[in-house]
């Protein structure tokens, strides 16, 4: 696997995930190789993006690779003509993927959703229901305005909060910046959910395009 390359995400439960799934698949990942770049409209901000455009850039001079894995969030493609609009316009040299699979709108929380341990889909059908329970909930000091469906975020660490222990220390391993993507009983590193998209994306890019 190539060193020399980059990887710009969008916050830490990103690079957290990338860390873990490259090293399950192509070996230990190299040092500050992943930046946390706090989202999207960060790194085309004028105010912030010069950073890590010459992180790119300087990457570049010598040879290495960029990569971009962001979320689609509510429209593929009109992130990824936003993207590739700051491309073209600051001249950085990078390859795109978008979060869950670069064709369908979604987020990292998609695809983790569909890489859990096939064993666990109970807990997800419980919180599915949860959900359609909520939408028939009307309480009246709302005037009829529907109750907020938490967010994707939020079933994700339910997932887990239900599946690890009650202690402090249990707790903690549900916080983005220390799960344990590797943890077979919870993920499954290995679905066929990521064949196809984001492990093929790396491969090709990580293997000097083989």
Known sequence: MREDYRIFVEGIADKRFLEQLIGAHFGEVSKDCIVDTGGYGKLLSEKTGNTYLNL?????????????????????????????????????????????????????????????????????????????????????????????????????????????????????KIKEANRDYTNANHWNLNSSRLYGGLLDFLNKNLFFGR
């Open 56 to 172: 790119m850039k300087r990457n570049s001079d010598d040879g290495g690779v960029n990569l971009v894995i962001f979320d689609a969030d509510e429209d593929c493609e009109k992130r990824r003509a936003e993207l590739m609009a700051w491309k073209v316009d600051t001249g950085a040299e990078f390859e795109l993927f978008l979060l869950p699979d670069n064709k369908s709108e979604g987020e990292l929380e998609d695809l983790l959703e569909q890489i859990i341990n096939p064993e666990n889909q109970p807990v997800m059908d419980c919180w599915d229901v949860y959900e359609d329970l909520l939408k028939g909930v009307a309480l009246p000091w709302k005037d009829g305005v529907a109750l907020t469906i938490p967010a994707k975020k939020t079933k994700i660490y339910a997932y887990l909060e239900v599946l690890l222990g009650g202690s402090k220390s249990e707790k903690k």
